[in-house]
């Protein structure tokens, strides 16, 4: 009978022991890629770099297909980014691709501001992922994974350094996704060139403390493979739409008067060597890392934001209730302080009140002190004209009495001469 030996464990009672016969858990690894090919898998690519470096065109080189993407204007006054996501299928492997572009990136005369929309779309990708893990019935099966899983940083084929926005953007980027620094449109520089670049650029990732993505080395399936292209960073690439047919068979190719630069090629490119990298080598440890370890990050920092922490030890409903106090606690202190700024308030118009009752009482008295003195200047002027009216009437009647004696003396002496 066969013999299988049980994996040891971590605990101190925990014993190694072999089994008598077969068991069938063996068949656990064909289980999970059964499984797993039946889900399908998802990877995300970001690509970053000015526009006209030829990110689309790589892209479509990479996953042998037309993506017909939009080509972006110079004059773009931000940063935008617009994600692409495509279901492939290559044998019986179902992978939902997104691409992501960041259109107008390095175009604008002030680019101080450049990686900001790029981080923040990082950082939502990663709060929509932990929001729904939060979730009381989650559904991570179905969900569909939009986090960057690496990103592809562009550089231009400059033959000097890396430019400032360059470093000052993978600075800030090294701690929330992995980056593979490519050499775009590298036929445009002679090879002599082109490795100088290569080792300038290695020195300046070092030199600023840069992380980019280092290919891991401790598998010995893939720890030869990965010791050679960790030494081709920046990789040197080319990609084209185009086909020409080289010794009967098609190759995508960029086209000169002088020959053409294959793309498949690695005496003229680091192209195939990227795939190998990216796609058949490392995706799963790009995916892996990139939930590990970033993702890992950016969900620390933000359940501590909201209270919890490992070292209080306590457990989920322990450290919710202490959160839950907490907040109810700075909640009515908040109350209070609202409360207490209330009554300085109402206090504060209480006073404004009565000193403006107060203002109007004494606008109040002073209007009636006046119209009391225009009154009684009024009542005089009044009795004064009725003083007048009475002496014109007084003098009018003798007036009238001197007139009418006047007159009947007159009347008297004129009927004595008639008789």
């Not at 690439?237 to 053409?260: C, F, H, L, M």
């Amino acid at each position: 009978m066969t013999t299988v030996e049980v994996m040891k464990g971590l605990g101190p009672d925990v014993r190694t022991i072999k089994l008598n016969g077969h068991v069938g858990f063996d068949s656990l690894p064909d289980q999970l890629v059964n499984k797993n090919v039946a889900q399908g898998f998802s990877f995300n690519i970001m690509c970053i770099g000015e526009t006209g470096l030829g990110k689309s065109t790589l892209m479509e080189t990479l996953f042998n297909q037309r993506f017909e993407f939009t080509p972006s204007s110079h004059e773009v006054p931000q940063v935008k980014l617009k994600p692409h996501t495509y279901d492939l299928k290559e044998g019986s492997v179902k992978l939902k691709l997104t691409i992501i572009e960041t259109s107008g990136f390095g175009d604008q005369v002030n680019k101080e501001d450049s990686s900001k929309p790029i981080i923040d779309y990082i950082n939502q990708q990663f709060e929509n992922f932990l929001q729904e893990e939060l979730k009381i019935k989650r559904s991570l099966h179905t969900y569909h994974d939009t986090r960057v899983h690496v990103c592809l940083y562009f550089i231009a084929p400059t033959g000097h350094s890396l430019k400032s926005i360059d470093m000052v953007t993978m600075k800030k980027l090294d701690s929330r996704v992995n980056i593979i620094p490519v050499i775009a449109k590298s036929d445009t520089i002679t090879k002599p060139e082109l490795q100088r670049f290569k080792t300038r650029i290695q020195n300046e990732i070092a030199n600023n403390d840069i992380h980019i993505y280092q290919f891991p080395t401790d598998d010995e399936t893939v720890s030869e493979q990965n010791s050679i292209m960790k030494n081709l960073v920046p990789f040197a690439v080319v990609g084209s739409s185009d086909e020409i047919t080289v010794n009967g068979r098609k190759s995508r190719a960029r086209q000169y008067p002088w020959g053409a630069v294959l793309v498949y090629s690695e005496a003229h490119c680091d192209f195939v060597r990227l795939r190998e990298a990216m796609l058949r080598v490392n995706m799963d440890d790009l995916r892996e890392r990139t939930h590990a370890m970033h993702y890992e990050h950016y969900r620390r920092q933000r359940l501590a934001e909201m209270g919890f922490s490992d070292e209080d030890k306590l457990s989920l409903q322990e450290m919710y209730e202490k959160r839950r106090e907490t907040h109810q606690a700075e909640l009515q202190r908040k109350e209070e302080e609202m409360r207490q700024m209330f009554v300085v308030r109402v206090k504060e118009k209480e006073q404004e009140l009565k000193k403006a009752e107060g203002d109007l009482q004494t606008k109040f008295e002073a209007v009636k002190k006046q119209h009391a003195d225009e009154k009684r200047k009024l009542e005089e002027k009044r009795q004064g004209l009725d003083e007048e009216i009475a002496e014109f009437q007084r003098r009018k009647t003798a007036a009238d009495n001197r007139n009418n004696l006047a007159s009947g003396t007159s009347f008297t002496l004129s009927k004595s001469k008639k008789k």
